[in-house]
């Protein structure tokens, strides 16, 4: 059984409500991205939340949990941080900013499927065929971004692929999705100003006639997205997205790379007071080739954009009002495979966490000598969303009311996990 859920604000979204729609929207946002400003100016007292998603399922194991002496330990060796923990070997630059994050050894959850696991860690909910629960990023975009009437550009912006939608929540809490870059993918030329005015006016005139016919929420939800979508046209906030005007040396610091720039463009989104940002970094279903692929790939890129977020929102005093969290669908088995790989493993796996109030330099829980379980308590998607709503002051005890009509609580009901706030 499949279960599809709303992706974001892009152009096949347009064009399957209105074909007039489409073009409105991709000349709105081709002519934004000539708009020439400084970089937004920090926003102050706003939380904020970065999700760096490790899309297929990182190895915890190999990275924040590694288990010297045991045959599932692998090659790597553990070296000590500025924090109360030992990393891997090969991500040196972060074991120098692991006071500042933490890590919760003692994830434990159920689904170890890639669809039903990225679905269960983005909403706190295992995907059910009569709702589609909203993600972290919506909830997020929806209980803070309403606050920021100063807020031209999207609540939830995900950078570099698409994440979870915004499920009973409606379209107007949609993802937003650019390349690493800053840039929308496959939009049309933009088009005269004259011919642009026409087409807003036009397309104003067809919504309100449609909203009037009592067509439901979606016509509704739709115009949500266009209001937001012209809003973008002029605004110099759109100059956030322009991660090439920052120095050559700090592009340079956070890697020349799709994860580098989504990181550094990531900083500049919560300098410019979006509440959510999602920056994807995929190539973690490591089922042969682990080891090599780590070493060589995935680790150094991780290593490099990650501290360097963390050091740059530090110093610039933005890191005790972001989030941060580090996470994929689930980790991977203890056990090497025949391949020199590690497959599917939901039952004993790490996340790192930090910013925004969190406690920095612990960890958070065990596993076993081997790390095939953990010892003692252990933690669910929804206890970790409960926490990082905890820590950017979202209110746990509120519900939303699905469009079933049945209250929803935020994060499932997830309970605050012991020893980070």
């Not at 909910?125 to 550009?153: C, K, M, Q, T, W």
């Not at 012209?230 to 991660?243: E, G, H, T």
Request: positive net charge.
């Amino acid at each position: 059984m499949s279960f599809k859920t709303p992706r974001g604000m892009n152009r096949r979204h347009f064009m399957s409500h209105l074909a007039g729609a489409s073009a409105l929207a991709a000349s709105a946002y081709t002519l934004t991205r000539t708009v020439e400003a400084n970089a937004a100016s920090l926003v102050k007292n706003q939380k904020s939340v970065i999700l760096l998603w490790m899309g297929g399922g990182p190895s915890s194991i190999d990275i924040w949990d590694l288990k010297p002496g045991s045959t599932n330990g692998g090659p790597f060796k553990p070296i000590a941080t500025k924090g109360d923990m030992e990393i891997c070997e090969h991500m040196p630059l972060m074991a120098q900013q692991m006071d500042k994050m933490s890590l919760v050894r003692s994830m434990s959850t159920r689904e170890a499927d890639h669809m039903r696991g990225r679905y269960y860690m983005h909403t706190g909910f295992a995907p059910n065929p009569n709702v589609v629960h909203p993600s972290y990023g919506s909830v997020v975009a929806h209980e803070l971004g309403s606050d920021r009437g100063n807020l031209d550009i999207p609540s939830f912006i995900s950078v570099g692929g698409a994440s979870e939608g915004p499920g009973f929540l409606g379209m107007a809490y949609a993802p937003f999705t650019v390349d690493g870059n800053g840039r929308v993918q496959n939009l049309d030329m933009g088009v005269p100003v004259n011919r642009m005015n026409s087409r807003t006016a036009a397309l104003k005139m067809m919504e309100s006639n449609f909203i009037k016919q009592r067509r439901g929420p979606a016509a509704t939800e739709h115009a949500k997205v266009i209001e937001r979508t012209l809003a973008l046209m002029n605004s110099q906030q759109m100059s956030a997205f322009r991660v090439e005007t920052e120095a050559n040396n700090v592009r340079q610091r956070y890697g020349e790379n799709s994860f580098g720039r989504g990181c550094l463009l990531a900083r500049r989104l919560v300098e410019a007071g979006v509440p959510f940002i999602e920056v994807n970094f995929g190539g973690w279903d490591n089922h042969q080739n682990i080891f090599d692929t780590l070493e060589n790939q995935r680790l150094p890129q991780l290593d490099q954009g990650m501290s360097a977020l963390i050091e740059d929102l530090s110093s610039r005093g933005m890191l005790e009002s972001t989030a941060i969290v580090w996470m994929g669908e689930f980790g991977r088995t203890p056990r090497i495979n025949g391949n020199s790989g590690r497959d599917h493993w939901a039952r004993s796996w790490s996340v790192a966490v930090g910013g925004a109030g969190i406690k920095g330099g612990v960890a958070i829980g065990k596993t076993n000598e081997d790390g095939t379980r953990v010892e003692g308590q252990s933690w669910t998607s929804q206890d970790l969303m409960a926490t990082i709503c905890k820590a950017v002051d979202i209110d746990l005890s509120k519900q939303f009311m699905s469009s079933s009509g049945r209250p929803m609580k935020i994060a499932n009901g997830g309970k605050i996990i012991e020893g980070l706030l």
